[in-house]
């Protein structure tokens, strides 16, 4: 092919191409190692040394030529692009955004939270612990002799000798005694997962949630204890809710009593949920055994305090009137959906 013929027919190439693609065969043909100008440079070995210099210039002129006209088509076909992805990506600002649904929070952490908010109010530290526990802190430090059945494997997850799977979180409690004595007043809640060896059906679980608190100072009585839960039970269950004691047994505390709230459902009248007696069982409580404090490093023998315990699942259940504790922890996205998102 002549010059003539390549700076026409390149010119008239590049001007065709609609797209960079069939550009870029263009550019393979006239400027690539085999294409036309490189075959026309081999021309050059049968010229004579006069006319290879005027020869090589017309070239290199038409190759320049070439280049530019194809860098020109290059700018206005990569604009022309751009344009067209600018808009197929175009936003219609117009349009309504989109709706973010807020997830919804599991009734257990709704509760605890609650629970935590009540007595952070009153002036309890939140603690926590670990879930794996020594049998010191979790069996000894809170009175519960070598030979008490609560030791026994059929109760309680072993991992050695000396290591369990805390049984409650008393746990925490006789820890942060220790970590404190002999400096009072100490008042915390502490609430985290325990274990237990059980069955698990629609109101037991191998594996719950306990919220214990404790509080350790002078002229601490069951009048303060009395008061303490009753305001809890008025900020859970509503301002009508009363209180009463029943003497029961505990190990870390003596004297203990089990505590009852009048029946949120009747207000006290008799209903299915209270078995029809107008009270409902809500949580344990006493005042600190001596020997707790003492073995924890409280010595001076005219400090008092009181301790209570309850289980999550129980006033989540109560309060909400779910009927299988399995509930919590089936991830059942309809159950959780009910329960409107903690603020």
């Known amino acids: 092919m002549e010059l003539k013929d390549i700076i026409v027919n390149g010119l008239e190439a590049i001007n065709k191409a609609e797209t960079l693609e ?6 393979i043909a006239y400027l690539s190692k085999k294409g036309h100008l490189t075959s026309v440079m081999g021309q050059m070995r ?9 020869f090589g210039k017309k070239v290199n002129e038409v190759k320049e030529k070439i280049e530019s006209a194809y860098q020109q ?3 206005e076909l990569e604009a022309i692009r ?3 992805k600018m808009k197929e990506d175009a936003i219609d600002i117009t349009l309504p955004g989109p709706e973010f649904t807020i997830g919804a929070q599991n009734p257990l952490i709704i509760i ?5 908010d009540v007595f952070r109010e009153m002036g309890y530290q939140v603690v926590e612990g670990d879930e794996i526990e020594l049998d010191l802190y979790n069996f000894e430090r809170a009175n519960i002799p070598q030979d008490h059945p609560a030791r026994e494997m059929q109760d309680t997850f072993y991992i050695d000798e000396h290591t369990l799977l805390r049984t409650h979180t008393t746990a925490i409690q006789t820890r942060a005694l220790e970590e404190n004595a002999p400096h009072i007043p100490l008042k915390v809640i502490c609430p985290g997962k325990v274990y237990r060896r059980d069955d ?3 109101t037991h679980s191998h594996q719950f949630v306990q919220t214990e608190g404790l509080v350790v100072g002078h002229n601490i009585t069951l009048s303060d204890l009395k008061g303490t839960l009753s305001l809890f039970a008025k900020r859970m269950f509503g301002d009508d809710r009363v209180i009463r004691f029943r003497p029961s047994y505990f ?3 003596e004297p203990s009593v089990e505590v009852d709230v009048s029946c949120h459902i009747c207000n006290g009248k008799g209903c299915n949920v209270c078995k029809h007696t107008g009270w409902i069982e809500i949580l344990g409580a006493g005042m600190v055994h001596p020997h707790v404090l003492r073995d924890a490093g409280y010595t001076d023998p005219t400090l008092t305090g009181f301790a209570f315990g309850a289980g999550v699942e ?4 109560l309060k909400y009137g779910i009927e299988d504790i399995r509930s919590f922890y089936t991830n059942d996205k309809r159950f959780i959906e009910q329960f409107k998102r903690y603020e």
């Open 314 to 317: 129980r006033i989540a259940m």
């Open 22 to 27: 069939q550009l870029n065969e263009v550019r």
């Open 200 to 202: 698990d059906d629609a």
């Open 82 to 84: 751009l344009e067209r």
């Open 73 to 75: 088509k290059v700018s």
């Open 46 to 54: 049968n010229l004579s040394n006069e006319e290879r210099p005027m």
């Open 112 to 116: 605890q939270r609650e629970i935590e």
């Open 251 to 253: 190990q870390f505390t």
